[in-house]
């Protein structure tokens, strides 16, 4: 059973930065691709940034590239979301998704900007 718990989320003025992290259990990070999602009021969960080989390839959304950065740490089995110089778009609740695009999420994280 893939178990995900994210963590790292609250609130941060607008500049600010957050890490989030997501830690596994039934699933190895490193043999698998992995998403951050985060899901706005109002709007439709959009896929932020994902580690999409086990070598670490990486892909971004363009509203985050730049300012966030997706790692993962293979001796902890935790996947990182460095997130920098945060806006108030950046509103929403983050959730983890392992292997990516497959039915197992987290219970998400709210990160909340402020103008």
């Known amino acids: 059973q893939v178990q995900l718990v994210e963590s790292g989320g609250g609130l941060v003025q607008a500049g600010g930065s957050l890490r989030l992290s997501c830690a596994a259990s039934?699933?190895?990070?490193?043999?698998?691709?992995i998403g951050w999602h985060r899901q706005a009021p109002g709007k439709q969960r959009e896929l932020v940034a994902a580690i999409i080989s086990s070598g670490g390839s990486t892909k971004y959304a363009d509203s985050v590239k730049g300012r966030f950065t997706i790692s993962r740490d293979n001796a902890k089995n935790t996947v990182y979301l460095q997130m920098n110089s945060l806006k108030p778009e950046d509103t929403a609740v983050y959730y983890c998704?392992?292997?990516?695009?497959?039915?197992?999420w987290g219970q998400g994280t709210q990160v909340t900007v402020s103008s």
């Open positions: 998704n392992a292997p990516l695009d497959s039915l197992y």
């Open positions: 039934g699933i190895t990070f490193r043999f698998n691709r």
